[in-house]
Nanobody
Framework: QVQLVESGGGLVQAGGSLRLSCAAS????????MAWFRQAPGKEREGIAC??????KYGDAAEGRFFISRVTMQNAAYLQIYNMKPEDTAVYYC?????????????????????WGQGTQVTVSS
């Protein structure tokens, strides 16, 4: 059974940092493109970053403060966030597309992904 489980969300003060985790099971993450999205209340879901064995992408939302990574041996992907702002408050999701696919130019479209996690809430206080 394919599953993505996010963790690491919570309440953080503005200026703080957070590391979100996405644990994959039922498939080998290394063969897939992994991405992070977020959705704030009343807003559309937006792509933050994507990573694969062939390419990596960052969206405008990343602002140089978000960094995606993955550890093959752990079958997990991560999103490190620095200098957090109240506008970063959202539910953060990880997603996977593949197998054997890179991020590509359409990575920001959530229709491109085969699997999604349930999301983890991140709240940034001012």
């Amino acid at each position: 059974q394919v599953q993505l489980v996010e963790s690491g969300g919570g309440l953080v003060q503005a200026g703080g940092s957070l590391r979100l985790s996405c644990a994959a099971s039922g498939f080998t993450l290394d063969n897939y493109a992994m991405a992070w999205f977020r959705q704030a209340p009343g807003k559309e879901r937006e792509g933050i970053a994507c990573i694969s064995t062939t390419d990596g992408k960052y969206g405008d939302a990343a602002e140089g403060r978000f960094f995606i990574s993955r550890v093959t041996m752990q079958n997990a992907a991560y999103l490190q966030i620095y200098n957090m702002k109240p506008e970063d408050t959202a539910v953060y999701y990880c997603a996977a597309r593949g197998p054997t696919m890179g991020c590509g130019p359409q990575w920001v479209s959530d229709n491109e992904y085969d699997y999604w996690g349930q999301g983890t809430q991140v709240t940034v206080s001012s």
